[in-house]
């Protein structure tokens, strides 16, 4: 519920540092663990909403950078939301690089 009333038009960015990528892929992470299909829901409707609100509308994507317009990194900027929906579409396989964690296939 708190991460879908999070999402204000105009507001804020979409960046995986301080954005909605960044929100909605710690929520994602913590329904995969958790086992919370809810939860995954709400980051995906962040992810519907980007595309939407900003996509499909033909805006440029709200970065992390103090309006100062696109930028090509990763925390910050459109490499950062594109990991974003990267990890939207296969989390197994596509890892948060905001949670650190052990790697799994060490034994």
């Known amino acids: 519920k ?3 009333k999070e999402w204000v038009e105009g507001q ?3 960046s995986l540092c301080h954005g909605h ?4 892929d710690f929520v994602l992470s ?5 086992n919370r299909p809810d939860l995954i829901l709400a980051a995906q409707n962040v992810g519907d909403t ?3 609100e900003i996509q499909d509308k033909g805006l440029p ?3 992390g950078n103090g309006g100062a317009g ?7 900027g459109t490499a950062g939301i ?16 905001l949670l650190i964690s052990p790697d799994q296939s060490v034994s």
């Open 70 to 76: 696109e930028t090509p990194n990763l925390m910050l």
């Open 30 to 34: 913590s329904g995969i663990t958790l």
């Open 50 to 52: 980007g595309i939407r």
């Open 82 to 97: 594109g990991y974003f929906y990267l990890r939207l579409y296969d989390p197994v396989a596509v890892p948060s690089v």
């Open 21 to 24: 990528a960044g929100n909605a």
């Open 12 to 14: 804020d960015n979409f």
């Open 2 to 4: 708190t991460l879908n």
């Open 61 to 63: 994507w709200p970065c």
